[in-house]
């Protein structure tokens, strides 16, 4: 089982990033999502989609301006990232859990890929 998160980077606040998270097959069989931890805070919910319906769930800081997505072909998920905001610097996790109902609790996620850090400078 193994997750492979991709494309963090320093950017411009307002500007745009798009996260990859490559899984194996077993670790992207329910549901892929992503969390972020900033310096000194607890890692938090960012978003999450079904592999099989494609259904999604955002975190309320993040909604309308990232956009969770897969391609269950590949085994990816994807997070863009538009009008990013210096608050939203953190190192990003992608993760898969292995329930069958949505998860957005930290502990809900079985497997985790190591981090990649978003930086958005003001």
């Known amino acids: 089982v193994q997750l492979q998160a991709s494309g963090g980077g320093l950017v411009q606040a307002g500007g745009s990033l798009r996260l990859s998270c490559a899984a194996s097959?077993?670790?992207?069989?329910?549901?892929g999502g992503w969390f972020r931890q900033a310096p000194g805070k607890e890692r938090e919910f960012v978003a999450t989609?079904?592999?099989?319906?494609?259904?999604?769930l955002y975190a309320d800081s993040v909604k309308g301006r990232f956009t969770i997505s897969r391609d269950t072909a590949k085994n990816m998920v994807y997070l863009q990232m538009n009008s990013l905001k210096p608050e939203d610097t953190a190192v990003y996790y992608c993760?898969?859990?292995?329930?069958?109902?949505?998860?957005?609790?930290?502990?809900?996620?079985?497997?985790w890929g190591q981090g990649t850090l978003v930086t958005v400078s003001s």
């Open positions: 097959e077993r670790a992207f069989s329910n549901y």
């Open positions: 993760a898969s859990s292995l329930r069958l109902g949505v998860a957005r609790r930290v502990d809900e996620y079985d497997y």
């Open positions: 989609i079904s592999r099989r319906s494609g259904s999604t």
